[in-house]
């Protein structure tokens, strides 16, 4: 188990292990909500949370400017959407930014926040990668934990579950 702290210890800087703890605790409990409340794919019997139809449904009574945490959020993701590792030339790379201006606003900043949880759970983004701005990496994982706040509210079943 010491072995698994030193790892740690090394991948994650100490000021950041709360915040991305958090983030994979409230993203994983928000996931599970969904699809407790019956936000729900089931390709070939295959489970997952439908966030898009969670966002579709809501998208409507969402309002960033609900508080000034949520409208940062929503700012930032807006102007500074999170890049999805893709292969370019044969190696890994960064897809460029992409400004999201078409859909429901809801759908896209959900989808912000996966690409977020899919940068850091497959080892994408945080925090030994090389990156050129290594704080927004905290950004991303702030704002993201903002708006699936402002979400829960949303839906009242779906925040049954989450608590």
């Known amino acids: 188990m010491k072995d698994v702290a030193n790892q740690v210890a090394q991948l994650v800087p100490e000021e ?7 983030f994979f605790l409230v993203f994983s409990r928000f996931e599970y909500a969904l699809k407790r409340a019956g936000f729900v794919n089931a390709p070939g019997g295959r489970v997952s949370a439908n966030w898009d139809a969670f966002a579709s449904k809501h998208n409507a009574s969402f309002d960033p400017a609900n508080s000034e945490e949520l ?4 700012n930032y993701f807006k102007k500074n959407p999170p890049r999805k590792q893709i292969i370019d030339g044969g190696a890994l790379a960064w897809s460029p930014p992409t400004a999201h201006s078409k859909g429901p606003m809801l759908t896209l900043l959900l989808g912000c926040i996966r690409i977020v949880r899919n940068n850091l759970f497959h080892g994408g983004k945080f925090p030994l990668a090389p990156v050129q701005e290594p704080a927004r990496n905290p950004l991303l994982l702030h704002h993201a934990l903002v708006i699936i706040y402002a979400c829960l509210p949303l839906d009242a079943e779906v925040n049954a579950y989450f608590s």
């Open 16 to 22: 950041h292990r709360a915040l991305l703890f958090s």
């Open 71 to 74: 409208q940062q959020a929503f």
